[in-house]
């Protein structure tokens, strides 16, 4: 009779446990893990799942120490984390990190409110700053040839090859590498649409005979379209 009276308070426990640890969440997660491990261990099911080392009595009063030692732990920290919750609220903090912060500082709700609006005024002024910076370098660079060219060089190469290849009327051979750019000279084309002039001697072209000879070549590229607009070649070099 007495075990059946102490699995039904066990099983009461079960309950209580479970229900406070669905609450405590709510104010802390450790209390809440505190109380789910109480449950467990309060629950007369988990005696027969944990491997027993020694006589019954013993075993499930340890399971037993362990569930009221989280109990109660949790109990406390859930009320301590209640209790800090409810003043912060009270002093009209959003949150116990916000009143714990304020109160580093020696303010109040207002005051700290007060101090997030300044930090971030500061923050969107330093982010306007670098953007207004950064557009005036952006400006900067577009007026500069050589700043421009070397932005868009890459976007050049790829679209002003093609169009220097379809030159040639027969085959074709680059001569350029790691020490000779394909572009050794620029100018502006249309510079108000920031069109660039690419100018280089890096190919050959054969002839009818059969000869490979050098050409020099200007492609014109529009950043904008990110095409080329133009390409001419003529023997000889740069």
């Known amino acids: 009779m007495g075990k059946v009276i102490g699995k039904v308070v066990c099983w009461f426990l079960v309950i209580i446990a479970g229900f406070l640890s669905i609450a405590w969440f709510s104010t802390s997660v450790i209390a809440g893990l505190l109380g789910i491990v109480a449950t467990a261990f309060f629950c007369p099911l988990i005696w027969k799942v944990i491997p027993r080392t020694s006589e019954p009595r013993v075993h499930v009063g340890a399971c037993l120490l362990i569930a ?10 859930a009320v301590v984390k209640g209790g800090d919750i409810r003043q912060a609220t009270q002093q009209g903090f959003v949150s116990v990190e916000e009143h714990q912060a304020a109160s580093a500082l020696g303010l109040d709700a207002a005051g700290y409110t007060r101090h997030k609006d300044e930090i971030a005024a500061a923050e969107k002024q330093k982010v306007e700053q670098a953007e207004a910076t950064k557009a005036k370098v952006a400006s900067a660079c577009r007026h500069d040839l050589q700043c421009w060219a070397e932005k868009n060089q890459f976007d050049a190469i790829m679209a002003c090859q093609p169009a220097i290849q379809q030159l040639a009327k027969f085959d074709y051979e680059w001569t350029d590498g790691m020490t000779t750019p394909i ?33 020099k070549y200007a492609c014109t590229f529009d950043p904008a379209s990110k095409l080329a607009v133009n390409a001419s070649a003529e023997p000889g070099r740069l």
Not at 68 to 77: D, E, P
């Open 68 to 77: 009221f030692v989280a109990f109660f732990v949790g109990t406390g920290v």
């Open 183 to 215: 572009f050794s000279k620029l100018a502006w084309g249309d510079q108000k649409r920031g069109e660039i002039i690419y100018l280089g001697d890096e190919v050959k072209f054969q002839n009818g005979f059969g000869n490979f000879l050098r050409h």
